[in-house]
């Protein structure tokens, strides 16, 4: 990221100092949508949305005689994100402060999205709410992450059935307290490709009642 320092008056801000810092907020991709899909649009009518919000570090850097700096970093998603976190697309936000030799400041933000892949998947179901044996169909879509419709091969989905499995558990007050744990049992497993359009669906039919999910 280039830092460019001038006064008002155009003379470059000579020897002085910008102090930096970098902040993360998770990223929900809304470029695309159409009636059976949203991304990530949906997270703007949430009504506690997390914003992902993380610090990443802060550093300095000198200005040269032209009033010039640049601040160089490697943003290695997994030095500085963590479980699922790094799955994610970020908002890179860096906030700059540059100071002259007198003590005087000025500041300045910038922010730039980095997509953690070359295109963006959605999947839904013809019916979300459907009975055992009852056909229905699966829809994959497949964008770049301007929002265009790409052709995408190779990849590898499954449906799984979600099990929760109770249990009693003393805690260290004595007392015994219920708990959840969260179970996938594989049903199908199936490759995909979409066409020129981003398109792609397959017939599904479920023979157990259940709770189910489906994962590109």
């Not at 697309?89 to 997509?115: D, L, M, P």
């Not at 497949?142 to 099990?163: H, L």
């Not at 558990?169 to 490709?193: C, M, N, P, W």
Request: no cysteine.
């Amino acid at each position: 990221l280039k830092v460019d320092a001038n006064y008002y008056f155009g003379v470059p801000v000579e020897s002085g100092e910008v102090q930096y810092s970098i902040t993360t907020q998770d990223y929900y991709f809304d470029r695309y949508s159409d009636y059976r899909f949203s991304f990530g649009s949906g997270w703007y009518y949430d009504f506690d949305p997390d914003f992902g919000d993380n610090f990443i570090l802060r550093g300095k850097a000198d200005l040269n005689s032209q009033g010039k700096a640049e601040i160089v970093h490697n943003l290695d998603f997994n030095k500085y994100f963590r479980d699922e976190a790094r799955d994610r697309s970020k908002i890179f936000v860096v906030r700059a402060s540059v100071k002259n030799s007198t003590g005087q400041s000025v500041s300045s933000e910038k922010s730039f999205i980095v997509h953690r892949g070359e295109f963006y998947l959605g999947v839904n179901l013809e019916k979300n709410y459907f009975a055992k044996d009852e056909p229905n169909k699966l829809y994959i879509k497949s964008v770049d992450t301007q929002g265009k419709e790409k052709a995408t091969g190779g990849m590898k989905g499954k449906i799984t059935r979600v099990k929760w499995e109770y249990f009693k558990r003393q805690e260290v007050d004595g007392g015994y307290y219920y708990h959840s744990k969260r179970k996938l049992e594989t049903i199908k497993e199936f490759e995909a490709s979409t066409d020129g359009q981003g398109n792609f669906n397959m017939d599904l039919k479920l023979g157990s009642e259940g709770e189910y999910e489906v994962e590109i």
